[in-house]
């Protein structure tokens, strides 16, 4: 199971970073970067860019460390933007594209779609995120929905792409008292029709937190997409210590 930490535009300074960083290092004694016998989570950490590589040279043994966005291209005149190539010749793993964030600050689904692709293509992996901006009442409805941006989001993307993974996270329940699909047993049908058309490694976010995150553990996903939770260090450990049990 892979949990991927946004801390969105979070913390106001790279010595708070550190100071999460350092309380989970030293918490989690038997933290290593990938699964073993000890640990079934893999953590991954997506900071502000700004704080990417200084956090990434200190606890590089500890985390995987990508970034919240990168461009969709590789170089030239774009004055604020970082290039896949960049983000990658720095050592970044992974990066986190579409997120409902971003969307709401005007990204279009076919500026993701450009994004995801050049970014597979220097070999990141990607964090792809969709999901339904209002809550929808039907079962139909948000399949409609998730479909028609599907073929977007994934137009021209090898249907076996090893680096990429989905996140459902409906834009509804993220950083919200609601919890993700009302019922669990909702968000288990739509996994259901998903893995029946997808095959993509899917994540879930969407106030994800230690409070709830048992409910989802019997679902057929492969990790969570957690934000608002990931800047508690206290929290972070309860969330890792339920997810590998
Ligand atoms: C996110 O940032 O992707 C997210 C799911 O945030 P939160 O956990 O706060 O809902």
Redesign the pocket.
């Known amino acids: 199971m892979i949990l991927v930490f946004?801390w969105?535009m979070n913390p106001e300074k790279l010595s708070d970073a550190e100071a999460i960083l350092d309380f989970l290092r030293f918490a989690q004694d038997k933290l290593k970067k990938t699964c073993t016998e000890t640990q079934s989570v893999e953590v991954w950490f997506a900071p502000p860019n700004l704080y990417f590589e200084p956090l990434r040279k200190k606890y590089n043994e500890f985390f995987d460390f990508g970034l919240q966005n990168t461009f969709y291209e590789q170089s030239g005149a774009f004055t604020g933007e970082i290039s896949p190539k960049m983000a990658k010749n720095i050592g970044g793993e992974f990066v986190i594209l579409g997120?409902s964030e971003r969307k709401k600050l005007g990204e279009s689904l076919e500026d993701i779609n450009k994004k995801v692709l050049a970014s597979l293509e220097v070999g990141l992996r990607v964090i792809l995120c969709f999901g339904e901006n209002v809550k929808l009442k039907s079962r139909e409805n948000i399949i409609f929905e998730i479909k028609s941006q599907l073929k977007i989001l994934l137009q021209d993307v090898p249907i076996n792409s090893e680096n990429l993974y989905l996140a459902y996270?409906p834009a509804w329940a993220?950083?919200s008292q609601e919890i993700g699909p009302s019922s669990t047993e909702e968000l288990k049908t739509f996994l259901d029709w998903y893995w029946q058309n997808y095959k993509f490694p899917i994540f879930y976010?969407?106030?994800?937190d230690s409070s709830n995150i048992e409910n989802y553990l019997t679902l057929k996903l492969n990790g969570f997409?957690?934000?608002?939770?990931s800047l508690k260090p206290e929290e972070i450990t309860k969330i890792l210590n339920i997810a590998s049990k």
């Open positions: 946004n969105k997120h996270e993220i950083s976010g969407g106030s994800v997409l957690i934000g608002s939770a």
